[in-house]
Nanobody, 120 residues
Framework: QVQLVESGGGLVQSGGSLRLSCAAS????????WGWYRQAPGKERELVAT???????NYADSVKGRFTISRDNAKNTVYLQMNSLKPEDTAVYYC??????????????WGQGTQVTVSS
């Protein structure tokens, strides 16, 4: 099993920055894809950013150029640096970890979520 604990959410003004952290524990040696997702009230959960094989990153168009996903292997932690925040970034942000064998997801783990609120 893999346990994920997010932190770093909060209330920030438009244009501000936050850094989310996701601390991982358990059987993380076989995790090869990490991601951040978000869910706003009344909307479906959506992908924000992923990092695979430790270096390959992918971002939603809405956050490109503003958000950066990174991983610290020594600390077993994944980060999401969020700059130039907008009110539409308001959502609960979830950390995700996946075990993949080729294209097949064999393990899918989620954190409890952390609230990010951006005021205008």
């Amino acid at each position: 099993q893999v346990q994920l604990v997010e932190s770093g959410g909060g209330l920030v003004q438009s244009g501000g920055s936050l850094r989310l952290s996701c601390a991982a524990s358990g059987s993380i040696f076989s995790i090869n894809a990490w991601g951040w997702y978000r869910q706003a009230p009344g909307k479906e959960r959506e992908l924000v950013a992923t990092i695979t094989s430790g270096v390959i990153t992918n971002y939603a168009d809405s956050v490109k150029g503003r958000f950066t996903i990174s991983r610290d292997n020594a600390k077993n932690t994944v980060y999401l640096q969020m700059n130039s925040l907008k009110p539409e970034d308001t959502a609960v942000y979830y950390c995700n970890a996946q075990k993949r064998v080729f294209a097949v997801i064999t393990g899918d783990y989620w954190g409890q979520g952390t609230q990010v609120t951006v005021s205008s």
